[in-house]
Each structure stands twice: as C-alpha cells, then as structure tokens.
C-alpha cells in the first residue's frame, strides 16, 4: 500500500523560506517520480513542482520557477521542496503525489494528506 505523509508546512512571513518533506512508503521509491502540487482556497489544486526518479530532471510551474526547488532522498525515500521567498499567493495545501514520468501531470497520484503553509502579508 503505498503511503505518502508530508511535512514541514507552517506559518511564515512574506520573503521568508519553508521546507517540505514527503516520506514515501509501499513503492520502489527511486522508480517513481514525484511531484508537489498546492491547493489553495477555492481554488483547484495545481502543479507546482515536479522531480524525475533518478533525480536528474526537475520541471517547475512558472510561478515557482527561480525561488522553489525539488529534490529527493532516494537512500531515505524522501523527497524535498525548498520554498524561498514566500509570497501570501504561495498560500495553501501542499501535496506531494507519485507517477511513473515526472512530466505526465495528469498520472500523479496517491495522493498524501497534504500540509498547509500560510505566508502572511
């Protein structure tokens, strides 16, 4: 059963910097790709960044390009989001998600709870 429980989300001000994390379990981690979506209120649920399962390819929304960045732990199954320069629009449920192609958006799922991040104006 293939299980993912994010992390790291939090309240923090404009121009500051959270870290999310994503433990995966129940698949061969480092065969899958994986990607962190967000979700805001009343609003539908959008890609923001997504890494292939070597690690090697990366692919990024526009509106996160330059100031989020993906990684992952193959050895430790995990997988990163690195989020500077916060912005009250980055404000949201954060998912992370797996897929076979890192770019095929529409394949990810198994989906994890999600964890909120407030940025504050």
């Known amino acids: 059963q293939v299980q993912l429980v994010e992390s790291g989300g939090g309240v923090v001000q404009a121009g500051g910097s959270l870290r999310l994390s994503c433990a995966a379990s129940g698949l061969p981690f480092s065969s899958y790709a994986m990607g962190w979506f967000r979700q805001a209120p009343g609003k539908e649920r959008e890609f923001a960044a997504a890494i292939s399962g070597s690690g090697r390819s990366t692919s990024y929304a526009d509106s996160v390009k330059g100031r989020f960045t993906i990684s992952r732990d193959n050895a430790k199954n995990l997988v990163y989001l690195q989020m500077n320069s916060l912005k009250p629009e980055d404000t949201a449920v954060y998912y992370c998600?797996?897929?076979?192609?890192?770019?095929?958006?529409?394949?990810?799922?198994?989906w994890g709870q999600g964890t909120q991040v407030t940025v504050s104006s």
């Open positions: 998600a797996a897929a076979l192609y890192y770019n095929r958006l529409n394949d990810y799922g198994n």
